[in-house]
């Protein structure tokens, strides 16, 4: 089945929620990449983070969310845009440290508990909006849910999941986020809290086949909860090769004929996707000939 996001409303108006399976969008990601299972948890996270962040992107707007730790993953990038496409790259793709003490994946130790989590959105304007915190956890759930809060001003709760297999698959993948709104009463966060606290783990109810809907529907009560839109989710990278002839002019010229004379070529690597495109000796003498001529 596709992936997909759903945006509701709760209690009246007085909560705004999120979920999103994401399932093959990280198991896309962890082919191309070819994660082992602790650098997969952490990648798959980030990704479902930056899909929960987006939820109010449109069309073309694009956020980016850089995870920098002070662990052993390195940095984690990702992007995502309003058409719920998502891209993203591991600094160390080959993690597969031990479980930690709950027998889960050591996200923490990978990630790490000092460094930031930035986020940017581009929106079309002249300036794109840039927020960055503390990683307060290294778990990325609560990271994020700190970023709500002091970045954006919204208290939130922000839960992440990644359940990968014995061979390094990916099982499920998803979370949610639940935002709080102006005039929401004491009662209502309490009976979130509370429900919150006695839920199953989200890799649990996905593997037995939860979807979006029932999440939030285990946050918040099925009574509760009015699904205002569903929008497919999906990896997707945008390079092209003519993104990266591009790049390749900016070298100049005097590079562009040293990598032609002793690579007799180059190839070029999508960070995000890991897509590869060459470029033969011919097609960089093309290229030395237009900025010649331009001259």
Not at 20 to 42: P, Y
Not at 221 to 231: A, D, F, Q, R, S
Request: aromatic share 6%; glycine share 10%; proline share 3%.
């Amino acid at each position: 089945m596709s992936d997909y996001f759903v945006k509701a409303l709760a209690f009246d108006g007085q909560i705004r929620a999120f979920a999103v399976d994401a399932t093959q969008t990280v198991k896309e990601a962890q082919k191309r990449h070819d994660t082992w299972h602790t650098s997969t948890a952490a990648l798959g996270r980030t990704m479902i983070g930056a899909l929960l962040l987006g939820y109010n992107l449109k069309g073309e707007e694009k956020l980016t969310v850089e995870v920098k730790g002070d662990g052993p993953a390195g940095k984690i990038v990702v992007d995502s845009n309003g058409s719920g496409q998502v891209r993203g790259y591991i600094q160390n793709p080959n993690l597969s440290l031990p479980l930690n003490v709950y027998g889960k994946l050591d996200v923490r130790g990978a990630v790490g508990t000092q460094g930031t989590l930035t986020v940017r959105k581009d929106l079309g304007l002249k300036e794109p909006f840039s927020g960055q915190v503390p990683i307060i956890d290294g778990e990325l759930g609560e990271d994020f849910t700190y970023y709500m809060a002091l970045s954006e001003q919204t208290p939130s709760c922000v839960g992440v999941s990644v359940l990968v297999d014995t061979d390094d698959s990916v099982k499920t993948a998803g979370g949610f986020m639940i935002q709080v709104m102006p005039g929401a009463t004491d009662d209502v966060i309490t009976e979130i809290e509370n429900r919150i606290q006695k839920m199953p783990q989200i890799s649990d109810l996905m593997d037995s086949g939860c979807k979006p809907e029932e999440l939030l529907e285990w946050v918040l009560g099925k009574e509760h909860v009015n699904i205002l839109e569903t929008l497919p989710v999906a990896f997707h990278c945008d390079c092209t090769r003519e993104k990266f002839e591009a790049g390749l002019l900016t070298l100049g010229l005097e590079d562009l004929k040293e990598i032609k004379e002793q690579d007799k070529g180059a190839e070029i690597v999508c960070h995000y996707c890991n897509d590869k495109y060459y470029f033969s000796e011919e097609d960089l003498q093309e290229l030395i000939q237009s900025i010649e001529t331009k001259a």
